[in-house]
């Protein structure tokens, strides 16, 4: 599914019962343009570059 959306998948791990790491990463999107009134300060909106998310499992100690 991350592939279909234009991302990718990479998963390490040091060896049995040292857990596991997996990265996601997909594209972002540039947030829809919103008009502002002349007297606030630019909006920031993401540059279309690409966002991860890392999550860390590691196995319960017994």
Known sequence: M???????????????NQGAEFEVRLPAIA?????APSSSTPSRASS??????????????P
């Open 31 to 35: 947030a829809p343009a919103i008009e």
């Open 48 to 61: 279309g570059g690409s966002s991860s998310s890392r999550t860390t499992s590691t196995p319960p100690r």
């Open 2 to 16: 991350v592939e279909l959306h234009g991302g990718d998948v990479h998963a390490a791990s040091e060896g049995p």
